[in-house]
């Protein structure tokens, strides 16, 4: 498929971009991706057709500019965004093409580490935002166990439930389990996360780190982004090795990495079925 002719001629009005060769790119589910050649430069663009596109790309937007301006780890420059006739589209740096340094796993360790040392607060975010096309409400808590069922995983039980993806037994179990969440997660401060930390959103930075794409960004628990790293093949051990010597994590933060990945298994439930509603249950088994 091609890249619309509107969206060429947008960017073209807007950015001055006169594309000489258009490369539709692999992996995202929500969006579709292209790399723009021009004379002088190449650029990333992603856009969608949804009727909340606009305001995911907006969000998007301001969750990497967020994430850059901590200082912590590489962001792709954010060119803009905008709509025209019924596309929503976002304009980053190019990424493609670089190689990863000696260090980079470490270096991704440490550096996520520092942006967790980021903090604000309360828990939560001052505007609303997206994890794929789900919105994602940041409503802001003083306490992490009180965020993260109110915030999280309240909200999409009680859709999955309405919508028949989970019963009603399963439900009960979501609710017993929220009366332990005090008493489950240790204390900690409130820390800005990339919320959407598996291994599809880091990609090589031009410096041979790893840099970030696709966030969902809100100040939460930093076992979080840990827990979704996890979910779908895991890191290099040198990863958890440097963040861990960097910024020293909690007795048995391993064991909670379940307990955690429920809210991305709730929302892959929404997206993409009931394939994901087993691993759910093998998780709330352990609380009920």
Known sequence: MSLAQVLVDQLALEYGLVITNTQKLRGGDINEAYRLET????????????????????????????????KTIPIPIVYGFGKVEGYHFLLLEDWSGYKAGNSFWPSFGKALASLHQHSAPQFGL????????????????????????????????????????????DSLAFDQLATQLDQLFPA????????????GN???????????????????HREMDL???????????????????????????????????????LVHIHLFGGSYVQAVREVLKRYN
């Not at 990609?203 to 780190?209: D, E």
């Open 202 to 220: 880091y990609l090589i930075s031009p410096t041979g780190q790893a840099g970030l794409i696709d966030p969902a960004i809100y100040y939460g």
């Open 39 to 70: 004379a002088t430069a190449s650029f990333f663009l992603k856009y969608n057709q949804y009727p909340q596109g606009y305001d995911m790309l907006q969000t998007e937007a301001l969750g990497l500019q967020q994430l850059a301006a901590t």
């Open 126 to 169: 001052s505007y609303t935002n997206y994890i794929a096309s789900l919105q994602q409400s940041n409503t802001s808590q003083e306490d992490w166990p009180t965020f993260y069922w109110r915030a999280r995983l309240e909200p999409l039980v009680r859709t999955a439930v309405n919508a028949n993806l989970l019963s009603k037994a």
């Open 188 to 199: 900690a401060p409130p820390a800005l996360l990339h919320g959407d930390l598996w291994n």
């Open 227 to 265: 827990a979704m790293t996890r979910l779908f093949g895991g890191f290099s051990t040198d990863f958890y090795a440097a963040y861990n010597e960097f910024f020293p994590l909690e007795n048995e933060w391993e064991d909670r990495l379940a307990l955690c990945q429920l809210y991305p298994l």
